[in-house]
């Protein structure tokens, strides 16, 4: 049988996966996009601050600004 040599072949596939967050380990595929870099191709994920990380530090900050009324309240009986 006849053979050609060195065929080049390109073929397209999608890639379907999932995303985690690294520090609680929440789903974030419904917080991630997919694009292709402008100047050279390459395949990049855009994925937004988790949602539930960002309640605890929201709830994190809302205690450390009532700690701080409190050291201000405490400091000001000094002055
Ligand atoms: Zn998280």
Redesign the pocket.
Known sequence: MPTFENVEVSATVSVDFEVY??????G?CGESDTRHSRNRGYLQVTVNA????MD?KDEEIKDLTYRIEELENELSKYE
């Open positions: 967050c690294g520090t609680c380990g929440a974030l988790c949602p539930n990380c605890a």
